[in-house]
Antibody, heavy 117, light 112 residues
């Protein structure tokens, strides 16, 4: 059974940092590019960042470029998102998603990040 | 990185057909056959329903179909059922990078 389990979310003050993790199982992790997609409360989906299977290619949405860093550890079947200089508008449910091609095959259940003083 | 354009809401009665549009540009929807559609029920993670414009993953009913013309992709659901009531999002590969993706704003489907 494919599983993506996100963790690391929580309440954080503006300007502070948080590191999200995503543990993958049930599929060949290093066959897939991995992505973070977020959903603000009551809003739609927003692509945040993606990383190729070997970390050779990385991309970020303009809204997080320079503040967020994506990484992966294929030996641990894990994906990470280091989020710095957090803003209120970063408040969202953060999903990790696996993509073998141009679409998201598998999704986790998400971890909630709330940025508030 | 502008979002794709979807109608905010559509509705239909059980047994009817509905179509949800997804309009982009030649840099995303119109330029590639990597349009996908996702269904999201309240409190749940998105689920892949259509990939590469018109392909259905295993387990997705054939009542769901996808197409594309120019810069607009469409999701059609025929024989509407109560459980189809959900939010639907389109997504596309973009020319900005091999990893960047763009989503539509989402469409709330109501089954009357």
């Amino acid at each position: 059974e494919v599983q993506l389990v996100e963790s690391g979310g929580g309440l954080v003050q503006p300007g502070r940092s948080l590191r999200l993790s995503c543990a993958a199982s049930g599929f060949t992790f290093d066959d897939y590019a991995m992505h973070w997609v977020r959903q603000a409360p009551g809003k739609g989906l927003e692509w945040v960042s993606g990383i190729s299977w070997n970390s050779g290619s990385i991309g970020y949405a303009d809204s997080v470029k320079g503040r967020f860093t994506i990484s992966r550890d294929n030996a641990k079947n894990s994906l990470y998102l280091q989020m710095n200089s957090l803003r209120a508008e970063d408040t969202a449910l953060y999903y990790c998603a696996a993509a073998v091609a141009g679409y998201f095959d598998y999704w986790g259940q998400g971890t909630l990040v709330t940025v508030s003083s | 990185q502008s979002a794709l354009t979807q109608p905010a809401s559509v509705s239909g009665s059980p047994g009817q057909s509905i179509t949800i549009s997804c309009t982009g540009t030649s840099s995303d929807v119109g330029g590639y056959n990597y349009v996908s559609w996702y269904q999201q029920h309240p409190g749940k993670a998105p689920k892949l329903m259509i990939y590469e414009v018109s392909n259905r993953p295993s387990g997705v009913p054939d009542r769901f179909s996808g197409s594309k013309s120019g810069n607009t992709a469409s999701l059609t659901i025929s024989g509407l059922q109560a459980e189809d009531e959900a939010d639907y999002y389109c997504s596309s590969y973009t020319s900005s990078s091999t990893l960047e993706r763009v989503f539509g704003g989402g469409t709330k489907l109501t089954v009357l």
